[in-house]
């Protein structure tokens, strides 16, 4: 869902503990992660049997740091 280079830069995001304090719930996933902002950004995921359904993160469309959060 994410090209590339926001694949790639999400990748790099988890591997370096971007992700704040994630939580597998039920059918979501949500987790604070750090990115250029001096606030890490709120990310939400929702999870169906066909793989992710919704997503929500302040930078809109499907960014990297929903990539890092998954």
Same mark, same amino acid.
């Given at each position: 869902?994410? !090209?590339?280079?926001?694949?790639? %830069? #999400?990748? +790099?995001?988890? !591997? %370096? @503990?971007?992700?704040?304090? &994630? /939580?597998?719930?039920?059918? #979501? $996933? %949500?987790? +604070?992660?750090? @990115?250029?902002?001096?606030? &890490?950004?709120?990310? %939400? /995921?929702? $999870? @169906?049997?066909?793989?992710?359904?919704?997503?929500?993160?302040?930078? @809109?469309?499907?960014?990297?740091?929903? /990539?890092?959060?998954?």
């Amino acid at each position: 869902m994410a !090209d590339s280079a926001s694949f790639e %830069r #999400g990748e +790099r995001y988890y !591997d %370096r @503990g971007a992700v704040i304090k &994630p /939580v597998s719930s039920g059918d #979501g $996933l %949500r987790a +604070r992660c750090e @990115g250029s902002s001096y606030e &890490p950004y709120d990310v %939400r /995921v929702k $999870l @169906g049997s066909n793989g992710i359904t919704d997503y929500s993160c302040p930078r @809109g469309d499907f960014c990297k740091h929903i /990539v890092a959060v998954c």
